[in-house]
């Protein structure tokens, strides 16, 4: 399974744009991109995945490089409630599902 | 929309207990998962389940652990005989036939706390 690497912790202020690198630089031919959202004492929520270019739906874009060995979360014009822990996972679809591991993930912090 | 519930929602029990976390998938789904996260701490996937056995399985999920669909709606994991160590939240989640932008749906969580 690829290693992702991302930043810890981010803050920042309502109404701004929000852009969350993930570094993977061992990933994988058949591997997808993958982000999820985990408020407080819930479990993680899909928000999006990508294989390569962009891929955008309602809530957030996420931006692959053609090398593929980061990816980044855009979050367009967060409020408070975006605050959460947004984890970046990296897996190849095999026998049926997304074989993928949870990192530590980035605190993000919306200031009001 | 369609969830993925989990009971019950808090479970306290002595070392060396069994207990037995409950969930029930979204109906459609056919995959079935579960995931522990100690507090504070990242969040390990346990087991996969597909077709009535055991798809793929951690480091973590050793012989205290089964999981079992003991009919059409509900999904299980049973942990033997508790361990302090054992203290987390458990995550149920599902999805549908693997398929490319397919999403795991995870449940609201079972707190477990072992005395």
């Known amino acids: 399974l690829a290693k992702t690497t991302q930043p810890i912790s981010m803050d920042s202020y309502e109404g701004q744009e929000v852009n969350i690198t993930c570094s993977h630089n061992?990933?994988?031919?058949?591997?997808?991109i993958t982000w999820y959202q985990q408020f407080p004492s819930q479990g993680p929520r899909f928000i999006i995945q990508g294989y390569k270019t962009k891929v955008t739906n309602e809530v957030a874009s996420l931006f692959i490089p053609a090398d593929r060995k980061s990816s980044t979360l855009s979050l367009p014009r967060v409020s408070l409630s975006d605050t959460a822990v947004y984890y970046c996972l990296v897996g190849e679809f095999s026998g049926g599902y997304q074989k993928v591991t949870f990192g530590t993930g980035t605190k993000l912090q919306v200031i009001p | 929309e369609p969830e993925v519930t989990q009971t019950p929602s808090h479970q306290v029990t002595q070392m060396g207990q069994e207990v037995i976390l409950r969930c029930v998938p979204i109906s459609n789904h056919l995959y079935f998962y579960w995931y522990r996260q100690i507090l504070g701490q990242k969040v390990e996937f346990l087991v996969s389940?597909?077709?009535?056995?055991?798809?793929?399985k951690s480091e973590i999920f050793d012989d205290q652990f089964s999981v079992e669909r003991p009919d059409g709606s509900n999904f299980t994991l049973k942990i033997r005989s508790t361990k302090l160590e054992d203290s987390a939240m458990y995550f149920c989640?599902?999805?549908?036939?693997?398929?490319?932008?397919?999403?795991?749906?995870f449940g609201p969580g079972t707190r477990l706390t072992v005395t």
């Open positions: 989640a599902s999805s549908e036939p693997g398929q490319v932008d397919y999403e795991q749906y």
């Open positions: 389940f597909y077709n009535n056995e055991i798809s793929e």
């Open positions: 061992n990933i994988a031919t058949n591997d997808y």
